[in-house]
């Protein structure tokens, strides 16, 4: 028979597989951060070094921070890359990775690229930065910090035979690559940062330049986290899963007192047919000798 605790139980799962679906119809894509820092570690930029890393390990502090939930995982990537001779990515990981990092360690990282810091190739610690800034732009939020004065000096022969120094951008300047790119650069020179606003400005690039007066109190604020607004479509799409299941949930929710009915109704009838034509008791025969004696 249909209990009270059966139909709470289909009630119960009627308004879960409706919650999922919702909660599934209407999840929002997940999105991400990259962020690529990039500090000058060449013989131009060495009296603004140490006070660079420092503002660099308090950045990074603050991303590692970043509170996660127990079942988040960190899409978010980081990189740190050396300016010099030969740029090189000394450090890449997320935000997880980043919690265990001990903050003397990128102090020594830098240190241990002293046979490279004699010449600067600025372009080519860019072009390596862009490697690092894949991901469509609707879902991921992309960002550069850079401490360098961005006077690129190339290695000719040796990472210690240096070519005149550039002020200007040069001509492989990777600018393409750097489009929808939040770019902000410390410690540059007055006229340095003249030549690079006005080549950023033409390129459409944005690019945010602190003088080196003004680094020192520039705020340097961690990136939010990224947040994907859904399209249009799917919108539209997420609307349609959820009307749907509406429909779904309540043919469910009719089909049970129907279902309860019916049920009723066919116990009730058996229980009429047993009472109506239900098989009587027969009456008792008489033994040979009870026979003989009634004879008498």
């Given at each position: 028979?249909?209990?009270?605790?059966?139909?709470?139980?289909?009630?119960?799962?009627?308004?879960?597989?409706?919650?999922?679906?919702?909660?599934?119809?209407?999840?929002?894509?997940?999105?991400?951060?990259?962020?690529?820092?990039?500090?000058?570690?060449?013989?131009?930029?060495?009296?603004?070094?140490?006070?660079?890393?420092?503002?660099?390990?308090?950045?990074?502090?603050?991303?590692?921070?970043?509170?996660?939930?127990?079942?988040?995982?960190?899409?978010?990537?980081?990189?740190?890359?050396?300016?010099?001779?030969?740029?090189?990515?000394?450090?890449?990981?997320?935000?997880?990775?980043?919690?265990?990092?001990?903050?003397?360690?990128?102090?020594?990282?830098?240190?241990?690229?002293?046979?490279?810091?004699?010449?600067?190739?600025?372009?080519?610690?860019?072009?390596?930065?862009?490697?690092?800034l894949d991901g469509d732009a609707r879902t991921t939020s992309k960002?550069?910090?850079?401490?360098?004065?961005?006077?690129?000096?190339?290695?000719?022969?040796?990472?210690?035979?240096?070519?005149?120094?550039?002020?200007?951008?040069?001509?492989?300047?990777?600018?393409?690559?750097?489009?929808?790119?939040?770019?902000?650069?410390?410690?540059?020179?007055?006229?340095?940062?003249?030549?690079?606003?006005?080549?950023?400005?033409?390129?459409?690039?944005?690019?945010?330049?602190?003088?080196?007066?003004?680094?020192?109190?520039?705020?340097?604020?961690?990136?939010?986290?990224?947040?994907?607004?859904?399209?249009?479509?799917?919108?539209?799409?997420?609307?349609?899963?959820?009307?749907?299941?509406?429909?779904?949930?309540?043919?469910?929710?009719?089909?049970?007192?129907?279902?309860?009915?019916?049920?009723?109704?066919?116990?009730?009838?058996?229980?009429?047919?047993?009472?109506?034509?239900?098989?009587?008791?027969?009456?008792?025969?008489?033994?040979?000798?009870?026979?003989?004696?009634?004879?008498r």
């Amino acid at each position: 028979m249909v209990t009270k605790r059966m139909i709470s139980f289909a009630l119960v799962m009627a308004l879960a597989l409706f919650l999922t679906a919702c909660s599934g119809a209407t999840e929002d894509l997940e999105g991400s951060n990259r962020v690529v820092v990039l500090i000058d570690n060449s013989g131009t930029f060495r009296n603004h070094q140490t006070e660079a890393i420092e503002r660099v390990v308090a950045y990074l502090e603050g991303l590692g921070r970043r509170d996660l939930k127990r079942w988040e995982t960190s899409n978010d990537k980081i990189a740190v890359i050396s300016i010099d001779a030969m740029p090189d990515v000394i450090w890449a990981g997320n935000v997880l990775d980043l919690k265990k990092q001990n903050p003397d360690a990128w102090v020594k990282r830098f240190k241990a690229r002293k046979d490279y810091s004699a010449c600067t190739d600025v372009a080519g610690a860019f072009r390596l930065a862009a490697k690092y800034l894949d991901g469509d732009a609707r879902t991921t939020s992309k960002y550069v910090l850079v401490f360098s004065d961005l006077i690129e000096e190339l290695p000719e022969g040796s990472p210690f035979n240096c070519q005149p120094q550039r002020f200007a951008p040069a001509e492989g300047f990777p600018w393409e690559a750097l489009h929808s790119v939040g770019i902000t650069v410390l410690g540059i020179p007055a006229k340095q940062r003249l030549l690079w606003q006005r080549a950023a400005s033409d390129k459409g690039i944005d690019m945010r330049f602190y003088t080196e007066s003004e680094t020192a109190t520039a705020e340097l604020q961690p990136p939010p986290k990224k947040t994907v607004e859904p399209t249009a479509v799917e919108q539209k799409r997420a609307k349609a899963e959820v009307a749907g299941f509406f429909s779904g949930a309540l043919k469910m929710l009719l089909m049970i007192p129907l279902g309860l009915i019916g049920f009723m109704a066919t116990f009730l009838g058996v229980m009429w047919v047993r009472r109506r034509f239900g098989t009587r008791r027969p009456l008792a025969v008489p033994t040979s000798g009870a026979s003989r004696r009634s004879a008498r």
